[in-house]
């Protein structure tokens, strides 16, 4: 934590969980905006958008996955869901709405932190792949041309780019950092979302979906992000 | 009687009744049928015997009317049919047409209701077998004319009459069973039914219900088992779900409290010592505290959840791996078949629970692990934890996995864990088709086993 402390919007609308979630996460060096609701919340992130956010899903009138949502229109900013159960369709919801990693209630701040830095390193460094990366991949050469340029952070489709999120860019940058290599959920969760062994392979599954949406000219028949049953996935230099 | 049947199943009863009953009847039957051929064919017989003596009479007093005719030619010439004998009595002397029969086989009664003129009939015993004797007096030759006609034939057919019948009695007797076996099946299939459906239900499948019926005779006895069902599975449902509920709201006030304590935490410095001591005490309950909401959540989850068949290949050797590393366990301890032998399809994040809780019932109560094997045996992923403990004691081995249970030293309050870490794993062990047990290690503490199914390899 360098320079400007990032910003950081925490919305959550039961006041004592919020108020010592600013509290906790001061004291780690953020700073730290609160929203008691969506429509706050969505407020907020029009007038200054903020480097992250922390957003509970159970919220009043405008729940959590809309907030996900309407953000996600614009911005392409790391956003963590808090949810009180793991174990429902809720999380995948979130995540395919757009949430990037999740904490599930009653977590510690510093698993919440330990998130953050992740998303936030590779939001700032911009190359944060272990393997070296030529300048200009080719992903699909059918015109008009899939171009990832790392560096540059940008994909673009023939001569209009596409909007990934940073997630989505850096998982697109982990599979081509070796075309035509199977990595497993797991090797992926490491990497791009830097959990442990018994992270949640969902996590990648929605977002290998949501990648689709944006680089396949038809995600219902993928060509490019290709499933390897059982194994994993795969990047296919077209 | 009732003790010899009631101890036997319904289903032998009805059998031996539906014989028995099979068996009265067709005695009866048979024996008032014998009974009436017997006496018909007799009838019959005599009268033919009858006809045919007075017939016989009637030539023999013919022939004697010739004069100077000797009775004794007569008789001997007389050729009586169907191999009768003849015995003439005339005056004091007797002829008979052969030497075996004679004056004897004539009985007192009978010659005195010949003598006195009339007819008679008497049934004899020879030695060849039953016979009947018809006297018939010849008044006008002043003769008595006796004639022995053998029943040997008539016995013959009335002995294969009664084996006949004797035979159909034991077949009915066989059939009255046959037909109680059949009877008394149909009559148990919805008992048996019934019966299955509880079994599958006590192993857990509370969605089981009896088939809707048509049969009038059993339609209160399924609506009857299946609403009982109902109401015992949204009992059962609505139990899970209040702990869960319970463990769910609990859930965010903890994480305001959590999160504070951290900010307290971080201002350690700032505290008096006697704070700063509460602080730390509040640090440790507030961790038993998550950790046994946590348990009951995982528990109110593996209850609510049916048995998985979605799981998802684990390797449990890496997974133990993983979760000694993750607990700061010693990874020296792990001796292990490798990895993509020991993989199992399963709930990867309740089977690291599972592990972990062993391990931390080892940390618990016996100063830590001393060895994790993970093994494949006989098709099952076996995972097993050592410790250097005092062991658990032979009739405490399997309570050491009821829901909070606690371990002989767990008394003192100061331990950590609420008794829910082994039901977890007996639990998240039985939902994978496997088993958790606890024995003696060879070391002399205890050892705790989670097997699994494994995959095919």
Redesign the interface.
């Known amino acids: 934590m360098t320079g400007v402390a990032p910003r950081l919007l925490v919305v959550e609308d039961?006041d004592?969980?919020r108020t010592?979630?600013r509290?906790?996460l001061e004291?780690e060096g953020y700073d730290v905006g609160e929203a008691a609701s969506g429509e706050e919340a969505l407020a907020a992130v029009g007038v200054t958008p903020p480097d992250l956010m922390v957003v509970d899903l159970m919220l009043g009138s405008m729940d959590g996955f809309t907030v996900i949502r309407e953000v996600r229109r614009e911005h392409d900013l790391p956003i963590i869901v808090v949810s009180?159960?793991a174990?429902t369709d809720d999380i995948v919801a979130a995540l395919e709405a757009g949430a990037d990693d999740y904490v599930t209630?009653?977590?510690?701040?510093?698993e919440i932190t330990a998130r953050l830095r992740a998303l936030r390193r590779r939001a700032t460094s911009g190359t944060p792949a272990t393997h070296p990366v030529p300048e200009e991949v080719v992903l699909d050469s059918t015109l008009p041309a899939l171009v990832l340029r790392e560096a540059a952070g940008t994909v673009h489709r023939g001569g209009e780019q596409v909007p990934l999120t940073l997630t989505e860019f850096r998982l697109l940058c982990e599979l081509a950092s070796a075309p035509g290599r199977v990595f497993s959920r797991q090797v992926l969760l490491e990497r791009v979302w830097e959990h442990?062994?018994?992270g949640d392979?969902r996590i990648v599954d929605v977002h290998i979906r949501r990648l689709r949406t944006k680089v396949e000219r038809d995600p219902g028949a993928p060509r490019v992000v290709v499933t390897v049953r059982?194994l994993g996935y795969r990047l296919d230099q077209r | 009687m009732k003790g010899a049947l009631g101890s036997r199943g319904l289903r032998s009863r009805i059998v031996v009744g539906s014989a028995v009953g099979a068996l009265l009847v067709s005695v009866v039957l048979v024996t008032t049928t014998w009974l009436l051929a017997r006496s018909y064919l007799l009838d019959q017989r005599e009268a033919s015997l009858v006809r045919q003596a007075f017939a016989d009479a009637n030539v023999l007093g013919s022939r004697l009317a010739t004069v100077g005719t000797e009775v004794g030619d007569v008789v001997a010439e007389l050729t009586p049919s169907n191999g009768a004998d003849v015995v003439v009595r005339s005056g004091d002397a007797w002829y008979s047409s052969s030497l075996d029969v004679g004056a004897r086989y004539v009985p007192a009664d009978l010659r005195s209701i010949v003598g006195e003129g009339s007819a008679g009939t008497v049934r004899l015993d020879t030695p060849e077998g039953p016979a009947l004797l018809v006297g018939v007096p010849i008044s006008s030759a002043g003769v008595d004319y006796y004639e022995l006609a053998p029943l040997t034939e008539l016995q013959q057919v009335l002995r294969t009459l009664a084996v006949v019948l004797g035979a159909g009695a034991l077949a009915a007797t066989a059939a009255g069973a046959a037909f109680g076996g059949w009877a008394s099946r149909r009559a148990l299939q919805p008992l048996e039914q019934v019966a299955g459906a509880a079994t599958r239900i006590a192993g857990g499948e509370l969605t089981t219900r009896l088939p809707p019926t048509e049969d009038p005779d059993l339609l209160a006895i399924v609506a009857g088992f299946n609403s009982m069902v109902d109401a015992l599975a949204a009992r059962i449902e609505r139990d899970a779900r209040f702990v869960g509920d319970v463990s769910?709201e609990l859930?965010?006030?903890?994480?305001?409290?959590?999160?504070?304590v951290?900010?307290l935490a971080?201002r350690r410095a700032e505290l008096s010592p006697r704070a700063d001591q509460a602080l730390s005490l509040v640090e440790g309950e507030l961790a038993r505290f998550?950790q046994m909401?946590d348990d009951l959540l995982a528990l109110a989850?593996l209850d609510g959840a049916p048995p998985s068949d979605s799981g998802?290949?684990v390797s449990m050797t890496?997974?133990v791996r993983?979760v000694l590393a993750?607990g700061g366990w010693d990874g020296e301890l792990l001796h292990a078949d490798p990895d993509d032998a020991t993989t199992v399809s399963g709930d990867?994040?309740a089977l690291?629970r599972a592990v972990r809780n062993l391990l931390d019932n080892a940390g618990r109560h016996a100063g830590g692990p001393t060895a994790v094997h993970v093994q494949r045996r006989d098709g099952a992923v076996l995972v097993s934890v050592d410790d250097g403990g005092p062991g658990v004691p032979v009739e405490d081995r399997e309570r050491v996995f009821e829901r909070f249970a606690r371990g002989p030293r767990a008394a003192r309050r100061s331990l950590p864990g609420a008794g829910l870490g082994l039901a977890i794993v007996a639990e998240t062990a039985s939902r994978h088709g496997g088993a958790a047990w606890c024995s003696a290690a060879p070391g002399g503490g205890a050892r705790f086993s989670l097997s699994v199914p494994g995959c095919a390899r």
């Open positions: 039961d004592p969980i010592a979630l509290w906790a004291d009180a159960r174990d209630k009653p977590f510690q701040v510093k442990g062994f018994f392979e059982g | 769910h859930r965010s006030p903890l994480t305001g409290v959590v999160t504070s951290e900010v971080a998550r909401l989850r998802v290949p890496a997974l993983e993750a990867k994040n690291e």
